[in-house]
């Protein structure tokens, strides 16, 4: 089975090489999960490049021209089959996996922008 680990860092810079806090629990846990015999994907979004925000220019066919309201946006594109090709990447990713594992920094009780933002895209009314 297929167990990706979906994280967030900060990428190497061309000043400093910095290495992210969460690299520990993420070799830990995929450690564990090779252990116990699985296999083990590790999907870093800002490496990747995902972009987490939704625009209107991400839509062909909306739904309504007059306003953008995302989740109308996303349902009306899910229902059609025209979602964003990323989104639809990531759909079909996280459809082949038995546990999905996320690792991220918390700050102020909440997930990075770019999770929040993955999280908004991705688990999308009728997507799934």
């Not at 990706?4 to 520990?24: F, L, V, W």
């Not at 989104?87 to 996320?102: M, R, S």
């Not at 102020?108 to 922008?113: G, S």
Request: overall charge neutral.
């Amino acid at each position: 089975m297929d167990h990706p680990a979906i994280r967030t860092q900060k990428g190497p810079s061309t000043k400093c090489t910095y290495t992210s806090s969460n690299d520990p629990l993420t070799s830990t846990a995929t450690t564990a999960l090779f252990a116990r015999g699985d296999t083990v994907t590790v999907s870093d979004l800002n490496q990747s490049h995902f972009n987490p925000v939704e625009p209107a220019e991400h839509y062909r066919g909306r739904a309504d021209m007059g306003i953008f309201t995302a989740l109308n946006e996303q349902r009306n594109a899910s229902r059609n089959g025209h979602s964003p090709a990323a989104v639809k990447d990531e759909i079909a990713a996280v459809e082949q996996v038995d546990l999905l594992v996320f690792q991220f920094p918390l700050s102020w009780h909440r997930p990075p922008a770019i999770v929040k933002g993955w999280m908004n895209r991705v688990f999308v009314d009728g997507g799934f």
